[in-house]
């Protein structure tokens, strides 16, 4: 955090091809070293492959996907006089975003298909369904929140 001036929040330009900004930042989180080229390829790759297995407009899967994987709480951990307690908190829907994106990119690289961009697909698709490993973290994230609903007095 900055101590002087507020950061200052980039515009992240629209993606080229389906002019949409959260599908551009979704490139720019799948990304690794610089290399969009690459990373605009798989997914772009993925929404073939969506729009062949589904028979949707892949961005409409993607964008149901991201809402589906989306938490509305967390669990964050506080330290009160002397013992750590977690203390469930509303994620803003820009850090809820962030970790969307963050948990179906990781959890579509641990898939077993062949190819990234197969992986990236069959993970969307499976979120957009309401299935899938990113659909079970964010239900885990939610059960925690649940669990320590006792200690959402000590929130700061």
Request: contains cysteine; charged residues 30%.
């Amino acid at each position: 955090m900055p101590r002087k001036k507020k950061a200052v929040i980039r515009e992240v330009l629209p993606d080229p091809i389906y002019q949409d900004v959260v599908l551009s930042k979704f490139i720019n989180c799948l990304m690794k070293k610089g290399k969009k080229s690459i990373a605009e390829k798989i997914v772009y790759g993925a929404f073939d492959i969506i729009e062949e297995k589904t028979k949707q407009p892949p961005l409409e899967v993607f964008k149901t996907a991201i809402n589906n994987v989306r938490p509305q709480l967390k669990v964050v951990s506080r330290r009160v006089g002397g013992s750590n307690y977690q203390i469930p908190m509303e994620v803003s829907e820009k850090n809820g975003q962030a970790l969307a994106f963050r948990w179906i990119i990781s959890y579509a690289r641990a898939r077993n298909e062949k190819s990234m961009e197969e992986k990236l697909a069959a993970e969307l698709i499976a979120a957009s369904k309401n299935e899938g490993a990113s659909i079970k973290k964010r239900e885990d994230t939610h059960k925690m929140a649940e669990a320590n609903k006792a200690f959402a007095h000590l929130r700061f």
